[in-house]
């Protein structure tokens, strides 16, 4: 062992070089297998987009695509391949250069710091497969030659706006589809949820690309402008809701996490890691204290508005919940999935929980004859609908569970919500039509594609 110690001893004395090429050569080699795809893209995607994008595009920078990244902004380029020293982006994020960013957000960790360094250094090659580079971001509407899956809508407080969901925008129709008002265009290839505020000022969508990024977006109604975007997790967001106040948004993720969010700032307020898989849906309480989740687990928890705490599970668990809403003016709920089965709860337990207790259980709906997509109550609490992959919608008594009508339209409902003046009802799905019935009877009153076919597949003639 001497003699080895030794050797190297006499080897770093004599010939350093040798040990300074090896470092160098380590270093290189770290450098190169640092790749825009696969360590950068990703960083870009969840920590930055939600500011540098075509609807936002803060500072004249767009981050939706390499060369508009290396493009830079109003302050000039954002990066000078092998020298990290004067790229721009690597003095934001470290904090070299003032405002650090993310603005307003926690910075990067130095081990991403670090890979920015390493790949701009190397080179800050595109190695993005061809087969897998996102067409650009636009604000340009999408054109269709098919109408989309609609896998939200939602009725504006006032009834005069019915926002839907369609590829990579919201499209706001006059409330009696007669016609379309704006097209919000924005970064998610999909929007899962919709819904306004009590205001009606504001219209929140979650949604996201993917196995790429989930995105909140907040739209001004009134001048259809993106207000702010918010990027979390990894894959699609789910059933978002507004508190009553509407100053938070809460919201279910693919990661198995339920996440509060400020709307004035989309600033992070609470992540909740109480479900066991998907969290598909959530619902605030009356007076915006609790919060109540479903999801992939089969457990609708009840959880702390303010500090995030689990309280309790308000069922027992029969299969997969994928949908919830809330009673207008009471701390109750109904939800369903894959049992076809709407269970209607209480939040409140009215005694001490028991082994297999169920007691705050208020009633179960009929069997449907498919599993259950979405739920809604009517504005004044009296009925409530259920939609999933049967073709028909029933809309039910709330305090007797008696049907009162039943609306047919094509198999596989995905959306669906209550006009203010309870009168009507709005459904939509896999067909990409948008149905509204007369509540009373579930006669169809009108019925449209809320997307505008300039490409079609096939000629007429």
Known sequence: MKSLLTRALFLLLVFPSCFADVTASTEAKEAENVSYFRDIWPI????????????????????????????????????VAQDSGNSLVLALVSGKREPRMPLGQPPLDPDQIKLFQR????????????????????????????????T?????????????????????????????????????????????????????A?????????????????????????????????????????SKVVFGCSDNTVRMHEVATGKELLKMGHHENWVLGTAFGIDGSRIVSVGRDGAAKLASAANGAFIENINLLHGELTAIARHP??????????????????????????????????????????????????????????AGGASEV??????????????????????????????????????????????????LLKEFVPVPIDKPLISSN
């Not at 995607?45 to 290396?70: A, E, I, M």
């Not at 902004?73 to 990066?79: E, I, L, T």
């Not at 080179?123 to 087969?131: C, K, N, Q, V």
């Open 119 to 150: 790949w701009i250094d190397s080179g800050a090659r595109d190695d993005t497969p061809e087969a897998v580079k996102q067409p650009a971001a636009t604000t340009e509407p999408p054109s269709y030659s098919l109408p989309p899956v609609v």
């Open 329 to 386: 003016s009471r701390d109750s709920v109904v939800v369903g999935g894959a049992e076809r089965i709407p269970y209607y709860y209480m939040m409140d337990r009215p005694r001490k929980m028991l082994i297999a207790d169920e007691s705050t259980l208020i009633r179960k709906f009929d069997r449907q004859n498919g599993e259950i997509f979405a739920l809604a109550f009517s504005r004044d609490g009296r009925k409530v609908a259920v």
């Open 44 to 79: 870009l995607q969840r920590r930055c987009q939600g500011c540098h994008q075509p609807s936002v595009k803060q500072g004249n920078l767009d981050l939706t695509q390499y060369q508009t990244f290396r493009n830079g902004g109003k302050s000039g380029p954002a990066f």
């Open 206 to 246: 979650s949604g996201g690309t993917p196995a790429s990024f989930g995105e909140l977006q907040v739209w001004d109604v009134a001048t259809r402008k993106l207000q702010r975007s918010i990027t979390a997790c990894n894959d699609t967001l789910f059933g978002a809701s507004v508190s009553p106040d509407g």
């Open 394 to 443: 029933p809309i039910y008594d709330v305090e007797e569970g008696k049907r009162l009508a039943t609306c047919q339209g094509s198999a596989g409902i995905y959306a669906l919500d209550f006009h203010p003046n309870g009168k009507e009802i709005a459904t939509s799905g896999f067909d990409g039509r948008v149905r509204i019935y007369a509540v009373d009877s579930g006669k």
């Open 152 to 204: 939200a809508l939602a009725y504006s407080p006032d009834g005069t706006l019915l926002a839907v969901s369609g590829y990579r925008e919201v499209l706001l129709h006059r409330s009696d589809g007669k016609g379309l008002q704006g097209r919000l265009v924005g970064l998610s290839d999909r929007i899962q949820s919709l819904v306004f505020t009590a205001d009606g000022r504001t219209l929140i």
